[in-house]
């Protein structure tokens, strides 16, 4: 790891802490345009999202209905009953999205897979930094709401299922995550700011509590409005 990225796990709490944990689970309250424009308004606007920690899954329950549930992973995605049995199973789930663009409606196998992977990913960093493949670089310091965020480029293997493979992480001078830049790729490398505040700590460990996704412009800037996706996480519980 670079020293940018060794400093920003420590800042969350360091990484032997985080390796005592298997899981993570979080009650989730979503809104912003996303939804709707994807057909799936209201689906999961209320949900508790649980995510592994040494390996990449997740799941929210519900989803959509009491008793549903889902499971991600990269290579499948189903949606269960609460006796356990398939609903809906979706194969290799990223080559369904071949040819979407911001505007093209999701399946609900398809939200699965996009909320799974989306969660997985934001509740594992900035530990997967640490994960084998992931490849980071800093780049030059950036200037916005009157302070100087330091950045880092991540680029991550084929094998790690997630918005795009370079991705962008600001962090303050404490080394809170700040802001983090990607490309949705299933969504016609549509660009995306995601902003990250009201931190918490749970068992030693820094969360930010409170997220807002908005279009990035060409020149790096996030745009003001839509918001995109919001997301506000609370009991945070790690097994």
């Given amino acids: 790891m670079t020293p940018l990225a060794q400093f920003i796990i420590d800042a969350h709490g360091g990484l032997s802490r985080w390796q005592t944990f298997n899981t993570l689970s979080v009650d989730l309250q979503q809104g912003g345009v996303l939804w709707p424009l994807k057909g799936q308004a209201g689906v999961l606007d209320r949900t508790t999202v649980t995510v592994g920690l040494k390996a990449e899954w997740a799941s929210h329950a519900p989803f959509g209905e009491p ?120 969504g016609g490398n549509t660009p995306a700011a995601h902003y990250m505040d009201h931190y918490t700590e749970v068992q030693g460990l820094k969360f930010p509590t409170r997220r807002r996704i908005y279009p990035r412009g060409p020149e790096g800037q996030a745009m003001t409005e839509p918001l995109v996706v919001s997301i506000d996480l609370s009991n945070f519980v790690l097994a």
Avoid: K
Avoid at 163 to 185: I, K, M, N, P, W
């Fill in 67 to 186: 008793g549903r549930y889902s499971r991600f992973t990269p290579q499948l995605v189903e949606l269960l009953t609460g006796s356990d049995d398939s609903e809906a199973i979706l194969v290799n789930p990223r080559d369904s999205f071949a040819g979407h663009t911001l505007e093209t409606s999701w399946t609900q196998t398809q939200l699965a897979y996009f909320a799974g992977c989306a969660m997985w990913t934001y509740l594992n960093l900035p530990f997967l930094l640490a994960w084998e493949g992931v490849q980071t670089e800093e780049l030059s310091p950036w200037q916005e709401q009157g302070q100087t965020w330091r950045r880092l480029r991540v680029s991550f293997p084929a094998s790690i299922a997630t918005h795009s493979t370079v991705q962008t992480l600001y962090v303050d001078e404490a080394g809170l995550l700040r802001r983090h830049d990607y490309d949705v790729e299933i």
